[in-house]
């Protein structure tokens, strides 16, 4: 099936983010990457749960005019949630800390807003993935915070690294790394 996507499309990822990157290596994409310097911004009344197909769709909306007729661009965003507060990426290891403190024991939504753009077609969609930490320790956590640099990431943590050995995960797996690879392999069915 990639097979036939590959031989269609030329590939492109609208995201900066490592980790996305490093998923779709896993799992075999040849891509090109894309940026735009615009500033994401939604609306201050939209739910917590509908932020990241927004910005996933608005990023989107802000590359369609680089596509060309065998391009399909690929953009998300992930937000993470604590009962109905977003935890954007901190801006300090203060900030940091005081967000996985929030996030100590308790359990919080990872959803990640995907967008799949041709200039003849868009499809978007989200993936929900619920993850609780074990009790954090504010010493562990200092620790963390200073040697993996949390800053990039959403909630002020990155599932992949030694922290998320601490948490139950219900769901998939790569959402809360960035990308539901699973729910996209699907949606490029239809692309097909």
């Known amino acids: 099936m990639l097979k036939d996507i590959f031989n269609k499309y030329n590939i492109i990822l609208g995201s900066s983010s490592k980790r996305r990157k490093e998923l779709l290596h896993q799992i075999?994409?040849?891509f090109k990457i894309i940026r735009t310097n615009k500033k994401e911004i939604y609306p201050y009344n939209l739910k917590s749960e509908n932020i990241a197909i927004f910005l996933a769709k608005q990023k989107s909306s802000f590359l369609l005019d680089k596509l060309e007729k065998n391009n399909l661009l690929i953009t998300a965003d992930t937000t993470v949630i604590l009962n109905d507060e977003i935890l954007h990426k901190p801006t300090s290891n203060y900030e940091a800390l005081n967000m996985l403190l929030k996030l100590?024991?308790?359990?919080h939504k990872v959803i990640t807003g995907v967008c799949i753009s041709t200039i003849k077609k868009v499809i978007s969609f989200s993936t929900m993935t619920e993850v609780k930490f074990k009790k954090l320790k504010k010493?562990?956590?200092?620790d963390y915070i200073l040697?993996?640099?949390p800053l990039d990431k959403s909630g002020g943590y990155g599932i992949q690294d030694p922290i998320g050995k601490n948490a139950e995960i219900k769901g998939s797996y790569s959402n809360v790394v960035g990308l539901p690879l699973s729910d996209l392999y699907d949606k490029l069915k239809q692309f097909k």
Request: glycine share 8%.
């Open 139 to 142: 010493k562990e956590l200092e």
């Open 147 to 149: 040697e993996y640099k």
């Open 104 to 107: 100590s024991n308790k359990k």
């Open 28 to 30: 075999g994409f040849n």
